[in-house]
Structure formats: C-alpha cells, structure tokens
C-alpha cells in the first residue's frame, strides 16, 4: 500500500471526528480549537500543576499561540476543546496514524494517540473523562480507529486512573525512561490502549 492510500484512510478519520463537531455533553460543549482559545488555553497549560506530567515546563502565552497554531495546521489530529458556560477548561488531543503492518501485508486500518490536559479548577468533576470518554467514542465508533494508545508517566496517577475509567489497559512499562524535572530521579512511562470494534478489514 503506498503512502498516498495511507493517508487517505488517516484523513477519513480526522474528516468524520471534524465533521462530527461540535457535540454537547451533558455539562460542556466539545468543538475543535480556534485561534481565539489562546488566552483560555495559556490559563491552564501556563500553569505548573498541570504540566509537570506533559512532557514540558509551563507555557508563555506566545508559546501557546504556537502551540495552538500548530495544532490547527496538522492535518492528522484533531484538538478539541471543552466549553464549560461559554469558557474553555481543558482540551482533548487525537493524532492519526496508519496501523503497522509486517511486509508483505498491508491495512487501511487507522491507529490513534490520546492526550488531554485540564484546568485545575475543573479537577476531580468529572469533565475530563466526559470529554475525553465523548471523543474517545466517536473515534472507535464512527470513526472506525483500531486502536487508540496513550502514554502516562508513572507519577501521573490522576491521569492513569483517567485511563482506566475509560476502558484503557496498560499494555506495559519503559522503565526509568526519562528523566525527571528534578534531574535527579527516572520516571517509568506508562504504555495504555485501548482496541475497537474486532477488525473486518485488512
């Protein structure tokens, strides 16, 4: 299968999750990211206590405006934002890829990656895993994804039991594989997934 086939199998995908949008939850509405998000988006994602697990220190507000730039640009994900009374708390992120394949066989099957990150205001209500459970669905159902993985460091527990809520099964662990802020201890990183409906096509 060449790389053109691919990615048309990887655009159907974010296509339908783009098209499906916006959806409202039971407590928030769920759309895709605008460039008018980047104040709401720097109140959370500038904020120590909620990147200490993503992989990067807190953001300015011009590296927000980057970031979001980005993510409007990529054209193999979808972000989508969660709106509680017309204010944006968290954001939910799916990046699309073509499901590995041993030559000689080949698949149209899509694989997705998850990550989500929330307003500390908004801990421990329940808006993550509505949000995050409401994108996951669309993904594996009208979507058709195979599988979706994500990745959590050992001391992100919140994150992990997130995980676990939403029907994820940690596959393993990369011991010791990076680092810490600290410079001084090694995090584990966690390795979930979480598969679809069994596969009908190759």
């Known amino acids: 299968m060449n790389s053109a086939e691919r990615s ?3 655009d159907r995908v974010v296509s339908m999750l783009r098209s499906a949008l916006p959806v409202t939850t039971g407590r928030c509405v769920l759309r895709e990211v605008r460039v008018g998000d980047v104040e709401a988006v ?3 994602r500038g904020l120590p206590e909620v990147t200490r697990y993503l992989g ?3 953001l300015s507000r011009e590296q927000v405006a980057e970031l979001v730039a980005g993510w409007r640009r990529d054209r193999a ?3 989508v ?5 017309g204010q944006v708390v968290g954001d939910v992120r799916v990046w699309c890829r073509p499901s590995a394949a041993m030559r000689p066989a ?3 099957h899509v694989d997705a990656g998850l990550g989500y990150a929330f307003h500390p205001a908004v801990h421990g209500q329940g808006l993550a895993t509505e949000s995050a459970g409401t994108v996951l669905e669309l993904v594996l159902g009208p979507g058709g994804v195979r599988r979706v993985t994500a990745r959590v460091f050992a001391p992100a527990t919140a994150s992990a039991r ?3 809520r939403l029907g994820f099964t940690q596959d393993g662990c990369d011991r ?3 680092l810490a802020p600290d410079g001084l201890s090694w995090w584990d990183d966690q390795l979930w997934s979480r598969l679809g409906a069994p596969a009908r096509m190759p």
């Open 106 to 108: 080949t698949t149209r």
């Open 42 to 44: 720097h109140a959370y």
């Open 77 to 79: 994900a979808v972000t």
């Open 8 to 10: 048309e199998d990887v």
């Open 162 to 164: 997130l995980l676990a």
């Open 176 to 178: 010791a594989a990076v």
């Open 56 to 58: 990067h220190p807190p």
């Open 81 to 85: 934002v969660c709106e509680q009374d």
